[in-house]
């Protein structure tokens, strides 16, 4: 049963090594904002990405799903009723697809579904609650590459109430 597990994932494994330049790692910084009925919270987050590159046979198109990773690392506090609520970002994971579009050698625009996680805590008083959903979004972007490994992105995702403003660098291998 082990040769057999150890054998299938040599197997699994060649596509992925014989395809390593299209791998692409990055980190950068995500900023929540939602103001809905009159509550406006603005969070924010580092994260870490892995994405993979598929080019197309048209050249200046390429498929690119991602999954970022984040943590809290600033939190916000709002007045309801007269009293001060603490509310911080626990984690957020993110799946998205990315539609790029090489607009020159160096400039590039893209599209992306997504498909997210936050964990918000709210806490007031000693007394904390925390939710977490997942939420399909959609969002937009553009980036300019250094060289062909390097590059930094600007984007713009909207999840129902919520407006995600992100600037990143990643390092393709």
């Known amino acids: 049963m082990l040769r057999k597990t150890a054998l299938a994932l040599v197997a699994l494994s060649l596509p992925l090594t014989v395809s390593a330049n299209n791998w692409s790692v990055g980190g950068g910084y995500l900023n929540f904002s939602n103001d809905s009925d009159g509550i406006d919270v603005s969070l924010g987050s580092l994260y870490g990405s892995v994405a993979y590159i598929y080019q197309t046979e048209h ?29 911080e970002l626990e984690r957020f994971v993110n799946f998205s697809v990315k539609a790029q ?5 160096q400039v590039f625009v893209f599209v992306m579904p997504s498909y997210a996680n936050a964990k918000i805590e709210a806490s007031v008083g ?26 930094v992105a600007l984007s713009y995702e909207k999840f129902d109430d919520t407006d995600v403003i992100s600037a990143g660098f990643n390092y393709s291998f």
């Open 59 to 87: 050249k200046k198109f390429s498929i690119v799903p991602e999954l970022k990773l984040g943590a809290g690392i600033s939190d916000d506090s709002v007045h309801l009723y007269g009293t001060k609520v603490d509310v």
């Open 101 to 105: 579009y090489d607009v020159t050698d």
């Open 126 to 151: 000693g007394f904390s609650e925390s939710d977490s959903e997942w939420e399909f979004g959609v969002g937009t972007g553009i980036g300019y590459q250094f060289n062909a490994q390097t590059d």
